[in-house]
């Protein structure tokens, strides 16, 4: 496989995992409890009374999770297939785009009815992203060893 072709599936699932943080953002308050109900019925009421009562919780995982997959996207892009002066530095390059990312993606929720951008959700976003950079490095010091 081309590099061409490999970089671009690096760029183009970056892409599409902005797009898929970029239209959650974009969504009116989800109803999380609802959206249990609806999804395993009465089927499991012992899990749906659980996902409901830590919704809360759930959500900011979730937060932090998304920005480390996303993080870890970019460095894959940054490091393989981007110009020399990104190429050097692609850990710090992923990890800027990701927490501005987050920033943006905060101030976003500020334009959309029924939403609201919190810091907070920032600073658990950068934890996501921290995570990712911290497993990034301890597996680039674990494989030039």
Do not use: C
Request: glycine residues 8%.
């Amino acid at each position: 496989m081309s590099t061409f072709v490999k970089g671009s599936i690096a760029w183009g699932l970056l892409f599409l995992w902005m797009v898929v943080i970029f239209t959650g953002s974009s969504q009116t308050q989800l109803d999380s409890p609802g959206l249990f109900q609806r999804l395993l019925g009465d089927e499991l009421p012992q899990i749906t009374d659980f996902l409901a009562q830590n919704d809360f919780w759930i959500r900011k995982v979730g937060h932090g999770f998304v920005y480390f997959i996303l993080t870890l996207l970019a460095y894959w892009a940054f490091s393989k297939y981007s110009p020399y002066y990104v190429s050097g530095r692609p850990l710090l390059w992923a990890v800027a785009f990701s927490v501005i990312y987050a920033i943006s993606d905060e101030y976003h929720q500020t334009l959309v009815p029924g939403r609201h951008g919190v810091y907070t959700d920032v600073i658990i976003d950068s934890i996501g992203v921290a995570m990712a950079a911290l497993l990034i490095y301890w597996f680039r010091r674990r494989v030039s060893e």
